[in-house]
């Protein structure tokens, strides 16, 4: 595919998306293909302080699954309309660190909201902009908090971070489930290899799909 596409990352915590994003860029770059690296919560000037409240404001410890779930749908809205759809018509490669995968997951499956608001507001949010392919790293959810741990050096846990081994365990069982009602979109791989044998398999199945 020569024109612009979005793939998003999906993933729980410490999964190693941010780590395959960027071993994804290298190899993209290396063919002369120009990309857009970005994430969410955040990614804009107005996503980014929605991150902040989400994850460190002192208030947000009241923050209800309902106000949750508008606040990464507005940070999303915004994200798509100001980065990813000119970036994508500009002929770029959008690499995205989460996208509404997160909000079916996180607040639909393990906070438990209703499966219909959750699809109806991330479909408002995204308008047409659904991902032309998901990468799930997938990882039992010790590894990964283990992992996410040991990496902020037992610094304090963000409001997301504090969460039981249950929730990140349905989180997980959550992506696999989409996964396979979803296959022609997703793409799971095991995340508990190494970095190098997860970034040839992501390549491998980008090349299949994209022929970059
Ligand atoms: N959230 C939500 O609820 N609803 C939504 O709609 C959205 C998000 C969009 C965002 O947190 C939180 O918001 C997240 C979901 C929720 N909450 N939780 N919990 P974030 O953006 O701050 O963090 P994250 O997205 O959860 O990811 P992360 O913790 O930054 O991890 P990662 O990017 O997946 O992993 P990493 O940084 O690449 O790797 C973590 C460490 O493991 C690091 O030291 C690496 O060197 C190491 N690593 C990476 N790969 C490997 C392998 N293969 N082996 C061994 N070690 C590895």
Redesign the pocket.
């Known amino acids: 595919m020569k024109g612009g596409f979005l793939i998003s990352f999906e ?1 729980s ?7 395959q994003i960027a071993l994804l860029e290298d190899r993209l770059s290396a063919t002369g293909r120009k990309c857009l690296l970005t ?3 955040g990614g804009t000037p107005i996503g980014e302080k929605i991150r902040h409240l989400l ?1 460190f404001d002192e208030d947000a410890t009241a923050m209800c699954p309902e106000t949750e779930l508008l606040l ?1 749908a507005a940070s999303r809205a915004q994200l798509v309309r100001e980065l990813i759809d000119p970036a994508i018509s500009e002929g770029k490669i959008v690499l995205c ?2 996208y509404l995968d ?2 079916t997951v ?2 639909g499956v393990a906070r438990q909201i209703s499966a219909d608001p959750v699809q109806m507001i991330n479909h408002f949010a995204v308008g047409n902009r659904v991902p032309d392919l998901t990468v799930i790293i997938d990882v039992p959810a010790n590894i990964g908090l283990t ?2 741990r ?2 902020s050096n037992g610094g304090d846990a963000d409001r ?2 504090q969460e039981s081994i249950d929730f990140y365990e349905r989180v997980r069982e959550g992506y696999l489930l989409l996964a396979r009602s979803l296959p022609e979109r997703f793409f799971v791989v095991d ?1 508990a ?3 190098d044998v ?1 970034s040839e398999l992501i390549w491998a199945e980008i090349k299949r799909r994209f022929g970059v």
């Open positions: 993933g915590e410490g999964s190693g998306k941010t780590t994430r969410e919560p994850k990464f660190d989460r997160s909000t996180y607040q992992r996410a040991q990496r997301m971070e995340g290899q190494e970095p997860i």
